[in-house]
């Protein structure tokens, strides 16, 4: 947990306050823009000095630690500093003698993890952890002493931000370090605040170090931690910890970020802080009570927009920041904004309605000054301001039960987001530390989440660009082996479809168990938990991996029968997954399908209709040969046959013969009304369809499946057809499906 040094030009504590500082490159002896309203840096060697001298008496607190008492009284007024005043004094007896590389005794680091934390308004536990975070590591101090000291709580802390020993591990043991974290964050999410403001100090005390170990530990931080404090919503220290990285991985790119930050601070005119007098003039007037504050980009946003937009303007540095009392306000600041100012309406998004998933909420909007340029506007009450800097370390103790709730002794954790549950289960199937690690950053990558809707009404959260593939293996885990396809908003997919934020997905399961995956679903899995459990599938048996079900739409040998939608009835497995139950569809005639239309070049050939594409006249078609002497008929531009072609096979030619009648299979989706199956026979009855066979399962959640097989005096009736069917009123899709066959 140490870092090895501390460098002066480095930049001071984080505030939870709403001006963000800007960092300077560690090792550089030119300080950054100067900071506005910064309060005075904390002199870490003076409090080293001061842990030497020895521990106080026990009446009082010592010296060293006044600052970080100073800090939680502002936000705990009524903080019992007891606990703060053992801890001080074990870790720094047990640190004494231990010394940085830049020479200040070691206490100094604990105690300014702990003011990063304090600051930020940690509670009382999470401060009494962060003293002691390194002793166990470094000192002969023990976990069971930890415990009987401080509790059960603070122990579990501690091991959770206590590395595991290279000596046991070698090289492994920085995966398996996270992994630990990872999931005592399951459990805690206090573990991960710790270890993230420990890696802040670290970070702005790296300056001296080995080029190479800057940059090795500058990585690490950006693809892990930094993607961690975002999930989070500590802000505050993932801005930080952005420059900083910033700083050492692209010390061109910062140096002329921090040229143009320091040029726009020497302009005469500010057009943020006239945009900002102009709208404290308007919720003056208008009785709105509010603070209005101009909160300066830091390094890495500058950069970023500088790389958006060209060149930069003065409004470009920075966004305003209106606090307010209560959640009515930010709307009613909103609107008077966008009556009395020009508001750019692309910009608005609500995240007060529809938060983040990683707890933040405000108001955003933009408005337009006679010069063209745009100010951002972020409005928010103080309680989301101040969760929206710190995240989950606002939240207190999240596992204290409330005063009027028994403590039933069982912990329920309101902070453990779905992205969070996503990781702890994939990283249990994770095979060894390099997949941990590899997947770990895939999935730390993906920054943005949707949420999609199962037809029973729960959710699915899921990265952005996720696809049915990743839906099924969230859903079901290994048992999504058995998914064959998807409806997406109540109209058939393809697994590989990609799903948008609120998209309705019903997935559709085999009712074989010995259902495989496919090799093809890697190329359109995206979440770990779906490519970990189709890997380990293929590394199980390597002389499979493809589809078993292709071969056999091949040969149209995959009836509508074995399609059962999925998510209906919830029957509950041993690994804890829920499995939709199997709805049996009832059995119509099984007529054999036309085929004695089709030429063949191939003597003696049984001809048999695809099942993936059911072609009928007049559509374009080809044939593949099949086991058996069998020609199987695709439509020319169903995918199976691309996907055959590229494999070597060979085509057979075939062809429509004289015969215009077809018989087709085809599925209608409906909602659930009085007299609709009447209607819908009768419409297709008027269209000169002979219903050979019909199937209408029991309805769920309001809607229901119809299966028919019809006959058509020529295939040139079956558009017609189709639109009459969905022209009924409650049918919202109709699509043509594999027709059912007997002795193929």
């Not at 996270?178 to 991960?192: C, E, I, Q, S, W």
């Amino acid at each position: 947990m140490s870092a090895e040094v501390t460098n002066p030009a480095s930049p001071g504590p984080v505030r939870s306050g709403p001006v963000t500082p800007s960092p300077v490159a560690p090792g550089a002896t030119t300080p950054a823009a100067p900071r506005r309203k910064a309060r005075a840096r904390i002199d870490l060697r003076r409090l080293g000095r001061a842990a030497l001298l020895g521990p106080a008496a026990r009446d009082r607190l010592p010296d060293a630690i006044g600052h970080v008492v100073e800090a939680h009284r502002a936000h705990h007024p009524d903080a019992d500093l007891e606990p703060l005043r053992r801890a001080y004094l074990l870790a720094e007896s047990s640190h004494r003698g231990q010394m940085r590389k830049s020479g200040e005794p070691y206490i100094t680091h604990p105690l300014a993890v702990t003011l990063i934390l304090a600051e930020l308004g940690a509670e009382t536990t999470t401060l009494t952890a962060s003293l002691l975070h390194d002793t166990v590591e470094d000192t002969d101090v023990t976990l069971d002493q930890v415990g009987e000291q401080f509790g059960e709580e603070v122990r579990y802390l501690v091991d959770g931000v206590t590395k595991l020993e290279k000596v046991d591990y070698g090289a492994a043991a920085e995966p398996e370090t996270f992994r630990k974290m990872l999931v005592a964050t399951g459990n805690d999410v206090r573990v991960m605040s710790i270890k993230l403001a420990d890696r802040l100090h670290n970070m702005r005390t790296l300056g001296v170090m080995r080029p190479e170990k800057q940059a090795r530990i500058a990585k690490v931080t950006r693809d892990v931690l930094i993607p961690l404090a975002e999930r989070l919503g500590v802000q505050a220290l993932k801005t930080e910890l952005e420059d900083l990285v910033f700083a050492i991985l692209h010390p061109g790119e910062y140096e002329r970020t921090r040229e143009l930050i320091a040029e726009n601070e020497a302009r005469a005119d500010d057009p943020l802080a006239e945009v900002a007098d102009e709208v404290r003039s308007v919720l003056r007037e208008a009785d709105i009570p509010a603070e209005v504050l101009i909160r300066p980009r830091h390094f890495v946003s500058v950069h970023r927009v500088s790389r958006k937009r060209g060149r930069l303007r003065g409004a470009d540095f920075g966004r305003l920041l209106v606090l307010v009392n209560e959640d009515a306000d930010c709307y009613a600041v909103l609107g008077e904004l966008h009556t009395c100012m020009t508001p750019v309406v692309s910009e608005f998004k609500d995240f007060i309605a529809v938060p983040k998933f990683n707890l933040y909420q405000s108001l955003h909007t933009a408005v337009a000054r006679p010069d063209g340029q745009v100010v951002e506007v972020l409005i928010r009450t103080h309680q989301m301001h101040k969760v929206a800097e710190a995240g989950v370390v606002a939240l207190g103790n999240p596992y204290a039960p409330a005063s009027d709730d028994p403590a039933d002794g069982e912990r329920v954790d309101p902070t453990r987001p779905g992205w969070l549950s996503r990781l702890l289960e994939w990283q249990r199937a994770a095979p060894d530390p390099d997949t941990f690690w590899s997947t770990l950053r895939e999935d730390l990558a993906q920054d943005r989440e949707i949420t999609v809707f199962r037809p029973d009404g729960g959710t699915l959260g899921l990265p952005e660009g996720a696809t049915c593939v990743d839906a099924a293996y969230a859903q079901y885990g290994e048992d999504a082996h058995a998914c064959i396809g998807a409806r997406v908003n109540g109209r058939l997919a393809t697994l590989s479809t990609v799903l948008r934020d609120g998209d309705t997905v019903q997935l559709l399961m085999g009712q074989d168990p010995a259902s495989e995956p496919s090799r093809e679903w890697l190329e359109h899995a995206h979440t770990p938990a779906a490519r970990i459990a189709i890997q380990r599938w293929l590394a199980a048996h390597p002389s499979h991996g493809d589809d078993p079900r292709d071969e056999a739409r091949e040969e149209g040998a995959v009836p509508p029968a074995a399609l059962r939608p999925a998510g209906e009835g919830a029957a509950t497995r041993s690994a804890g997954r829920a499995r939709a139950a199997a709805r049996p569809v009832p059995e119509g005639p099984a007529p054999r399908p036309v085929t004695d239309n089709v030429l063949v070049d191939l003597p003696d050939a049984t001809v048999r209709l695809a099942g993936c594409c059911t072609p009928v006249p007049p559509d374009r078609v080809t044939g593949f040969a099949v086991r058996g002497g069998a020609v199987t008929v695709h439509r020319v531009e169903c995918a199976a046959v691309a996907r055959m072609k590229s494999a070597g096979r060979a085509e057979v030619g075939v062809r429509w013969g004289d015969t215009t009648e077809c018989r087709v299979t085809l599925l209608a989706e409906s909602f659930v009304r009085p007299h609709l199956l009447a209607d819908l026979t009768e419409a297709m009855a008027l269209e000169g369809a002979e219903i050979v066979s019909a199937t209408v399962e029991p309805p769920a959640q309001q809607r229901v499946r119809h299966t028919y097989t019809v006959q058509l005096p020529d295939a040139a009736h079956l558009p017609a057809l189709m639109r009459a069917m969905r022209n009924v009123a409650g049918v919202y899709d109709v699509c043509r499906a594999q027709p059912q066959t007997s002795g193929a």
